[in-house]
């Protein structure tokens, strides 16, 4: 899928307040020590993985894209300890000794990335850390509206099976359960943060960088403007701004685990 690295770090401050509330929980109880490596995995533009070569300036450091266009702007990122390749997270396989799996809101993208997790956590090496944090706003009325409408009369045939719904990430009780059932200690929970966003159609402009993507492909320029446009009419019901601008509720779900 195609992403534009610019329209993502549109709304910055908001992506990745997540991303820091889930890497404070890495090694949380343990000593802070130097891991033999660090992975990121859908690392976006990078702004984030450099965040984890400082943290941890002795150890490798590496991102992984299947965006062109982010590792594009990533790799000018590059530094001492900090590399990015593309690649597709499905492929990858940890290294040696006790590292750090990270992956911040890019798992939802995987179908099955459960079964992923639980490979990822028999093969870690003891010591290692998996932390993930992907959205669980999937019922919310930005992607439900989305949904029906794809499956509408004039977008069906175009549209099909290109949204995934509810399914797309399990719940809390669910990862937590498969860290578990893998030997590991886990920490999972969830949090919704309510971001206020300004502008004319707010809630469209968020949807634009992430949850937007697969119809602007899928349909040709005059039907995703006509698409955008009935859309954005729904979402005006959904989300009606108030005197400090509009409130855009969204779900996140985050789970570290350690092997022993």
Avoid at 7 to 34: K, M, N, S, V, W
Avoid at 132 to 156: I, T
Avoid at 164 to 174: I, L
Avoid at 228 to 257: H, I, N
Wanted: glycine share 10%.
């Amino acid at each position: 899928m195609k992403w534009d690295p610019e329209r993502y770090l549109q709304f910055a401050d908001h992506r990745d307040r997540p991303f820091f509330d889930l890497a404070t929980r890495i090694g949380a109880g343990q000593p802070d020590t130097e891991p033999a490596w660090v992975a990121d995995l859908g690392c976006g533009t990078g702004a984030l993985t450099a965040v984890l070569a400082e943290r941890w300036p002795q150890s490798p450091v590496f991102g992984i894209d299947s965006s062109e266009d982010m590792i594009r702007e990533a790799q000018a990122r590059s530094g001492r300890n900090l590399r990015f390749s593309r690649g597709g997270i499905q492929d990858w396989n940890p290294s040696p000794g006790p590292g750090v799996l990270l992956s911040n809101a890019a798992l939802q993208w995987v179908p099955g990335h459960t079964d992923l997790l639980a490979r990822w956590a028999k093969a870690l090496d003891p010591g290692s850390w998996i932390a993930v944090q992907v959205p669980g706003n999937f019922g919310a009325p930005s992607h439900a509206l989305m949904r029906e409408l794809a499956a509408g009369p004039r977008y069906a045939q175009a549209l099909a099976g290109v949204l995934r719904g509810t399914d797309s990430v399990a719940e809390p009780g669910e990862y937590l359960e498969l860290f578990l059932d893998a030997g590991m200690a886990a920490d999972v929970w969830e949090t919704s943060y309510l971001q206020v966003l300004t502008g004319q159609d707010p809630v469209l402009d968020w949807v634009r960088g992430t949850a937007l993507r697969p119809v602007m492909q899928a349909l040709d320029p005059d039907e995703y403007r006509a698409f955008e446009s009935d859309y954005a009419a729904l979402l005006r019901q959904a989300y009606p701004p108030g005197s400090r601008g509009t409130v855009l509720p969204f779900r996140r779900l985050f789970m570290v685990a350690r092997k022993p």
